[in-house]
């Protein structure tokens, strides 16, 4: 594909032919094999991680993100014998990889990314594995004024005010299942399009907008102290707009 005349990108061709391309990769290796099994007890990814961690770093020193930051995961396909290949139903590709990663919202460039290898032996007992993921990907970018953007899979209100005490806000969208959210919400349908919001001391906002007939949005937002509403048919509240622009 990086090599088709119509799709490819121009400076695969131009940097060597697909051949001398296809001959590397099958040659390539980027670990010893001598000490492969130490390593491997202490490390699930050794076989990559040194070359990964490298990618990494290289990734934060060449480019500086804007404002709005983007948290998810990306299925890579793959379907190797190794202790963390996942299976995920819901993937066009049923298994692979995992990686939980960081991007930047306007240029769609990574900013930081690393694998999902199972239960993490570092992680504090009273820490959730969102929590901890969200934390360990923004730590290179806290206490600079950014935002960020994730789905309900990592939102927690204990995410929100742990970001905003690192001059980090935060706009997600958050399941009314949540501890956090009163039942009422779960269970009240208000009229199509209509908005309600809630605010507490800590400066959180609680957008709950009526986008279908049967099911509600609700957004949890450290950023939006106001929330204006869209004059358009949906009449899209600021935080929702934001949301689906980030």
Known sequence: MLWNV???????????????????????????KRTRSQRLQSDKFALASEV????????????GPGKNITAGEQLFPSKA????????????????????MLVDND??????????????ELRSVNESLPDSIVMRLMSP????GRNITTDNFFTSANLARTLK????????TISCTRREIPAVLAMERAPLHETTL??????????VYQGKVNKNVLLLSMLHN????????????ETVQSYNKT
């Not at 970018?141 to 600079?144: F, I, Q, S, T």
């Not at 809630?198 to 957008?207: E, F, I, K, P, S």
């Open 6 to 32: 119509n799709w490819g990108p121009r400076f695969c061709p131009d940097t060597m032919s697909r051949n001398r391309f296809c001959e590397i990769m099958r040659y390539l290796r980027f670990d010893l």
């Open 52 to 63: 990964w961690q490298r990618f990494n770093d290289n990734c934060f020193l060449c480019y």
């Open 81 to 100: 014998r190794c202790r963390f290949t996942q299976y995920m139903a819901n993937k066009p590709d049923k298994f692979g990889t995992k990686f939980w």
């Open 107 to 120: 240029t769609k460039y990574l900013c930081n990314a690393f694998p999902y290898l199972g239960k993490d």
């Open 141 to 144: 970018y806290l206490n600079k």
């Open 165 to 172: 005490a690192k001059d980090t806000s935060f706009v997600e």
């Open 198 to 207: 809630l605010r507490n001391g800590d400066g959180a906002t609680l957008t």
């Open 226 to 237: 106001t929330t204006d509403i869209g004059t358009n048919r949906k009449k899209l509240p």
